[in-house]
């Protein structure tokens, strides 16, 4: 004796399942078998079975279910016809939600319903094709396991959009502005295996703020932004500024090495600005110091530039 099963395929008539099936009904109301289930459940699977040899056709898996419904409604067991209904209902929720992601991804894995929703992706293409057919994958994940029934329901109805549901799941940030008042000072771990010390000069500063974006970018999805790059990057104008205006010192001025640490360091620990008179008593060392602070801050920001787009 054979049964269809939904694929279509005819696999052997098993009558423990069925008895298997009635009594997990029983067990998640009862929380255990009673010989009361054991004789219901024997006795639903035993008619089938008669019903299944003098049937002029094959039994389908809905139509077994169906005979043990009718077999535990008959019963004065309505509560627990009720969670076997209610168990079946969701496996078929579960069944067709399968299927309908299954169709999603064979549109999109072969391209066969095009959109082109975003402007930087062609869903043709190798790229597009796969970031679409994960955008598929993810989204269910988010709403499968992730999101309550009320949300999914409101998003399902269109009544409120989860914004960027693909990503949800993993859940990472989006549209982050990075700390890097804190990041440059103290320095970070850059997720190889490395920990990167803070800036000390603001050539490194904007070095550091372009492989952030680029780590970050990597990390997320969405923006990654600086809010204040401009006041972030005054400490380290000035931490230049203190080294050129000590080679100042030390190759215009011809200072020696002790007297040149003893203002170098007052000037650190004071957090002097760059226009401090401190620093303006030799015009020349001055204006050298501010030209190559200036010099340095404007390689250092083409730098960021060039790492960034390129």
């Not at 535990?72 to 992601?101: F, G, P, W």
């Not at 072969?110 to 989204?139: I, P, T």
Request: aromatic share 10%; hydrophobic share 35%; charged share 25%.
């Amino acid at each position: 004796m054979y049964i269809v099963k939904r694929d279509g395929r005819k696999v052997p008539f098993n009558q423990n399942k069925i008895i298997d099936a009635i009594l997990s009904a029983f067990i998640e109301i009862d929380g255990q078998v009673s010989e009361y289930a054991l004789i219901k459940a024997g006795n639903i699977a035993d008619y089938i079975l008669e019903y299944a040899k003098k049937a002029d056709h094959l039994l389908d898996v809905e139509e077994v279910q169906d005979m043990v419904e009718t077999g535990l409604m008959s019963t004065k067991r309505k509560d627990v016809a009720k969670a076997y209904i209610s168990y079946r209902q969701e496996r078929t929720k579960e069944r067709n939600r399968r299927d309908e992601v299954q169709q999603l991804v064979r549109e999109k894995l072969y391209a066969l319903n095009v959109q082109n929703q975003n402007a930087n992706v062609d869903e043709h293409s190798f790229g597009g094709r796969k970031g679409e057919v994960d955008s598929v994958v993810m989204k269910n994940i988010a709403l499968s396991d992730l999101i309550s029934p009320k949300a999914v329901k409101n998003h399902v109805e269109n009544r409120v959009y989860i914004h960027d549901l693909d990503a949800y799941a993993v859940g990472m940030h989006n549209c982050l502005s990075v700390p890097f008042d804190k990041i440059l000072a103290n320095g970070f771990f850059d997720g190889k295996q490395t920990d990167v010390r803070g800036a000390n000069s603001v050539n490194t500063a904007f070095q550091l703020v372009a492989v952030v974006f680029q780590l970050q970018s990597l990390q997320q999805f969405g923006g990654v932004s600086a809010t204040h790059l401009d006041w972030t990057m005054v400490p380290y104008v000035r931490k230049s500024f203190y080294k050129h205006y000590a080679d100042g010192c030390k190759y215009i001025g011809n200072l020696d090495e002790d007297n040149l640490d003893k203002i170098i360091t007052y000037a650190r620990n004071e957090q002097l600005s760059i226009d401090d008179d401190y620093f303006k008593e030799d015009s020349k060392i001055y204006q050298y110091a501010l030209d190559m602070t200036k010099k340095e801050v404007h390689q250092a920001v083409e730098g960021m530039y060039h790492n960034l787009n390129y």
